[in-house]
């Protein structure tokens, strides 16, 4: 039963989820695109990120940067249906909290003439910490199965048994879990690049983005024997060590001090990997077509336990826990992604519309046992927005979102889950003066239950359901200086 256990909370070292744009990539980088939406097409200081070739178009030359300030609430809960549950239905409701109370970005350019240089540093991916302070469903599962594996053959021998247990196994009223599982992670990224006139209507762009990957995952549970099960195991200990006495330790094991499971999980994990990026755009007659191609990036994680339970001789199960061992290398890629965007001045100086698709290519982007295998397809997102200048010094925008992942229940986790999703966003901008600008946005993500269901629900022998929800809200301010 411990070895199981242990397995479980290990794996759970895996990857949060973001607050916007695919699996792993966090594109709400700008306070504009929280409000808009859609922002490829943009020739201001967020192009930096969003459309970088389109900073050849930008109305300023000299240095203009941007300082961002978000705060993003989510929450990701579970549904759980599982027999051994004690509840009249064998449901319960895990609730996972994740906080990101200051995602920071910062962007600088410098035009001259036909070149702008331009930088970036931003959290990409992750952002923020989940909290399951109730554990999850899959290491409570794991433990009652446990349990229930390991008495029945021993109450099964002793009739009289029978009458402690009429369940005919330990069940969850003999003792009392208690578990948790906290997970942190960021992707650092900072990026460098340069933006070339070619002709009055074409630009290009050249550059990369460095990612460093920090995180860090800790999670315990415990099952200890209550006032019931310490009384039963007295009562049944004279005639286990006169007629079985093979079943003395199993016994002592339910009832001592030590408990029926105790597992604990400390595990800090870094990696780093580069981005080139691409990208070109176009200028006609009010017309902005604009796209943009990061490669992808071959990104290893290594893990650095502080606390972790390697010490089952088990040989097939050493060969399982290779991969959460003390300096071993995880694959966890970000995929190529492909953004393109049409944008339109409806009224000169005044009144702008984009659409916008991207595509994630996480098929093809490695993961750990060739996850990546069990999408149905590639991230997909389409994205519109409108701008208004209501005069020279007030903007109000407003967009909209639409995410599909390509899940399977094979992809999906307790720890990492995803859910499609569509996104709605607005805000203004107030130009101070004609060199400051500060922008405010907020957003809100609504997305679709995923229900999940296998016979085997995480090795237990036991059919288990599973019912995955997601909430989403972010609200930012930022500041634009021209000089």
Known sequence: MKKKITLLLSVAAISLTTFAGGLLHNTNQHI???????RGASHEIDAVYTNPAGLAFMDHDGWTVSLNIQSASQRRDVTTTFDLFPEADHTRLYKGKAEAPILPSLYGAYKKDRWTFSGFFGITGGGGKCDFDSGLPMFDAAVMAGVADKTKPLIEKFPQAKAMFPQGYVDPSFYDIESSMRGRQYIFGLQLGATYKVLDWLSGYAGFRMNYFDGNYS??????ANDNLVKAVGQMMPLVQEYAPEYVPVLNNMAGEGGLAKVELNCSQTGWGVTPIIGVDLVWKG?????????????????????FEDDVPDEEFQKKMQDYKHGVNTPSDLPAVF??????EFIPNKLRGTVEYHYYDDKHAEMAHDKQKALRHGTHEVLAGVEWDINKTFTVSAGAQNTDYGLSDAYQTHTSFSCDSYSIGFGGAVNVTDKIKV???YFW???KDYDRSETNYFE???????????TNKVFGAGIDFKF
């Open 445 to 447: 993500t609504t997305y």
């Open 219 to 224: 999670g315990h549970i415990t099952a200890t």
């Open 339 to 344: 953004y393109a965007a049409l944008g339109y």
């Open 287 to 307: 017309f902005t077509l604009a796209a943009k191609y990061e490669f992808k990036t071959n990104l290893n994680i290594e893990n650095d336990n502080k606390t």
């Open 460 to 470: 237990t022998a036991r059919p288990g359901k599973d019912t995955y929800h997601r």
């Open 32 to 38: 504009a695109f929280m409000r808009m939406m859609a």
């Open 439 to 441: 922008n405010v946005g």
